[in-house]
RNA sequence: GGCCCCUUGGUCAAGCGGUUAAGACAUCGCCCUUUCACGGCGGAGACAUGGGUUCGAUUCCCGUAGGGGUCACCA
């Protein structure tokens, strides 16, 4: 009995590795073109991570000329759910990050390094996996659950290493007749690869993010086929890695520490290593202590949260931008209206260390975002939002000549609104507006310095018979407003009120406070003017009739 | 516990042996001839800690503390 005997014993059916090699030749692109990709598993809610990597994926792919592609990493069929590779596809569509290559459906994928979905490429790792056991480099091993835990327990009270590895590989130095015996008897076995590694020397790896990082050598016999013929993630990263051609791989900082094994299989196995970009975690902020944003416990963890709320995903792209390379920011400052595309994303600027995931911060960036849009833009995504979440908004906004107008106030000059951060804020902001709301709720009037409902009366009264006209162009309103004051013993100008209380009632600015309140019910609002053109005469007079007798 | 990573204001962060230690968000004050939202100006606020190395350490080295990750037939 030899290897290669072993080997065909085990799988008798699989192909030789140059068959693959040669279906998956090296890609052919332009120098300094990189190949990334994004491999979650589908095990439901996308993680915001997940949105993380692709963004860094596409902006590198893209300003490289390379490849960005989605592979699906299903091969923990206990945790897969159903429609988890859809979930996937939309969760990126969303975000505008579809990738070049990788799945498009359940079961189709486009791209010439297919399969990109683990569970179909079972062939190829047993090819691979096969190759391994000819060259020595696997073995089958035959423990039960019951020995690996009496291993552990072994272990842990010699105080020594837990693991699979060195004298505890109770399987690793059977001989191969003994080997094929207890498969040809059908003892259950997985493949472990060989490891040749010592834990007293150590290997340096360098990372494009964290830098040189040094690691004690693998040693331990890791499982690279388990008992369903699936690969474990170690294996599937290096088979498929190798053959997809990725150059830069980009997975979360938890992964830092399985390098040796990795880079050590790349080696043994005799492919070309990729780079490695260990992104740090995102972080949030749990009752002071930081932590790692869980899927579980936290809402915001979901690439859909933010469709939920209403955050626009450029604005969360944005932000995760900003969390990768500080200097978008300034950038962003600088380059208002370009697309982020153009930004010149560097993988080594990372920070090293993982960020708390501020909602505060990407407010503010979605304000900004927001602010940039036009008043069609915020009706369409409005709407879209609220078909989903807010039907009272929908019905506000079918009225859409009329919403538009809303909308744009204080909109599309040199100094935007930015008072709408997500789109679940439009309603409350603009649902004065409309009469079919205000005029039959029972408003509770606000008012301020001026509040002798007698004279709120006089004001509104005054107004309405001498002063307002729908016509009149804004410094002229403005004029009016003032005029009224003085008539009724108010000052025109807030200074000089000031200077001389006691020879006023109030000034101007509390006049306009009492028509702000009248015309909207609140003491904050856009500007006023513009408030009055959009509402029309009909309306402004109804309200402050309205006003007059509550 | 072993191994590995990290530590600059409340938060994100520039910095890479000599700086008045940037900037953004948040916060506070003032201004922007009516509020708010903007915008402008300004304030408060930081190099975890102890040793080295050095003429000089936020920056380099070592220790300590704190935080995080990882030690599966999960990824």
């Known amino acids: 009995m030899n290897y290669k005997e072993l080997a065909d014993l085990i799988f008798p059916d699989a192909k030789e590795i140059s068959y693959y090699e040669e279906k998956y030749p090296r890609r052919n692109l332009k120098e300094g073109a990189e190949v990334l990709r994004v491999a979650p598993s589908p095990t439901g809610n996308v993680h915001i991570g997940t949105i993380y990597q692709a963004l860094i994926a596409t902006k590198l792919t893209k300003q490289t000329g390379g490849v960005f592609f989605l592979r699906i990493e299903d091969t923990d069929q206990k945790r897969e759910i159903e429609g988890g590779i859809t979930q996937i596809i939309n969760a990126l569509k969303e975000f505008d990050l579809e990738p070049d290559e990788g799945m498009i459906n359940e079961l189709e994928s486009k791209g010439e390094y297919g399969p990109y979905r683990q569970s179909l490429r079972k062939d190829i790792y047993q090819a691979y996996a096969k190759y391994m056991i000819e060259q020595g480099k696997a073995y089958p091993c035959f423990a ?50 060989k490891s040749n ?13 964290k830098g040189n990082v040094d690691f004690p050598e693998n040693d331990q016999d890791v499982v690279i086929i388990k008992s369903d013929g699936l690969p474990t993630y170690h294996f599937a990263h290096v088979v498929d890695d190798h053959l997809m051609g990725t150059t830069i791989v980009t997975r979360g900082d938890e992964w830092l520490s399985s390098v040796p094994l990795h880079l050590q299989l790349f080696q043994e196995i005799g492919f070309k290593a990729p780079r490695y970009a260990h992104t740090p975690t995102l972080l949030k902020n749990d009752n002071g202590n930081k932590r790692k944003i869980s899927k579980r416990k936290d809402p915001e963890a979901a690439a859909s949260y933010y469709k939920e709320q209403g955050i626009p995903s450029l604005a ?58 036009t008043a069609q833009e915020v009706y369409d995504e409005s709407m879209k939002w609220a078909q989903k979440y807010d039907n009272e908004l929908v019905e506000m906004l079918s009225n859409k000549e009329y919403s538009l107008k809303v909308l744009g106030i204080e909109r599309g000059n040199v100094k935007p609104r930015k008072d709408i951060a997500k789109w679940s804020d439009v309603k409350e902001n603009i649902i004065y507006m409309y009469d079919e709301k205000f005029m039959n709720e029972k408003i509770d009037y606000p008012y301020q310095t001026i509040n002798e409902k007698e004279e709120i009366n006089k004001i509104l009264d005054l107004y309405i018979k001498k002063y307002y006209n729908e016509n009149d162009d804004k410094q002229i309103w403005f004029d009016k407003i003032k005029e009224l004051s003085g008539e009724l013993g108010y000052a025109k100008e807030v200074k000089e009120f000031k200077a001389n209380p006691e020879m006023y009632k109030a000034h101007v600015g509390d006049v306009s406070t009492v028509l702000r309140v009248a015309l909207t019910g609140r003491t904050n609002t856009p500007d006023m003017y513009e408030i009055m053109q959009v509402l029309g005469k009909d309306s402004v007079i109804k309200r402050l009739k309205k006003a007059k007798n509550c």
């Open 144 to 193: 039960t659950p019951e020995e690996l835990e009496e291993i552990r327990a072994k272990q842990e009270a010699a105080k020594v290493r837990t693991g699979y590895y060195g004298v505890w590989a109770k399987y690793r130095n059977l001989s191969l007749e003994e080997m094929a015996e207890k498969i040809k008897a059908g003892v259950p076995y997985i493949i472990r690869f």
């Open 197 to 209: 590694g010592r834990e007293d020397r150590k290997i340096k790896h360098k990372d494009i993010i």
């Open 316 to 373: 969360v792209k944005e932000y995760l931008m900003n969390i990768a390379n500080s200097s978008f920011e300034n950038w962003r400052r600088q380059n208002k209206e370009v697309s982020i595309d153009d930004f010149d994303f560097q993988l080594n600027k990372m920070s090293v260390s993982g960020a708390l995931f501020d909602m505060v911060k990407l407010n503010d960036v979605s304000k900004i975002v927001i602010s940039r849009y």
